[in-house]
């Protein structure tokens, strides 16, 4: 590859004091990390139901997910959550805490999810998003959900509702 700095050939090394190998460039030494990206959402919930958005792109698309999405530079996690609830749903949450940690080392992904509480009650399909329903645990489209974070994520709240759990974090590793 080339560098982003300037532009010349760049070459695979393990960095001094460093254990994996990088790119780097062979010109000016800028070292080309690649880190894992992180999706920010929110797991919106009214009187024990659940909002899922159905997704009007691909991946996934025309299956149920929560709102979420990769966090932006200069925003918090939480307002990260609240932003991506805001664009895909027109929602208003209060933000309760963090509820799902789930790592998709193989793809450098990194989902956290917040367990959250739906304020407004003008919720509606935006940004990426066909259609938004609030489903009550016994309804829970499983056959149709887009990612295995968002079964995590539900299966766990059914799960802590069942047992009287609040407070605790569920992480699949
Ligand atoms: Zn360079």
């Excluded at 959550?81 to 309760?96: Q, V």
């Amino acid at each position: 590859m080339y560098c982003i700095k300037c532009g010349n050939k760049t070459k695979k090394t393990i960095p001094t004091g460093d254990n994996v190998f990088r790119e780097i460039c062979s010109a000016c030494e800028y070292i080309h990390y690649v880190n894992p990206n992180i999706i920010v959402g929110a797991l919106p919930v009214h009187s024990g139901s659940i909002l899922l958005c159905k997704r009007d792109i691909e991946p996934g698309f025309g299956k149920w997910t929560l709102p979420s999405g990769f966090m932006e530079m200069g925003e918090s996690l939480e307002d990260g959550a609240k932003r991506e609830a805001h664009e895909e749903a027109n929602l208003e949450l209060n933000i309760k805490y963090l509820f799902t940690t789930y790592s998709l080392p193989r793809i450098g992904q990194v989902y956290m999810l917040y367990l959250s509480e739906i304020v407004n009650d003008d919720y509606a399909a935006m940004h990426e998003t066909s259609e938004v329903k609030l489903f009550s645990k016994s309804q829970i489209p499983w056959d149709d959900i887009a990612f295995s974070a968002v079964t995590f994520a539900l299966q766990n709240y059914i799960a802590d509702s069942k047992n009287g759990i609040s407070g605790k974090c569920h992480s699949n590793y």
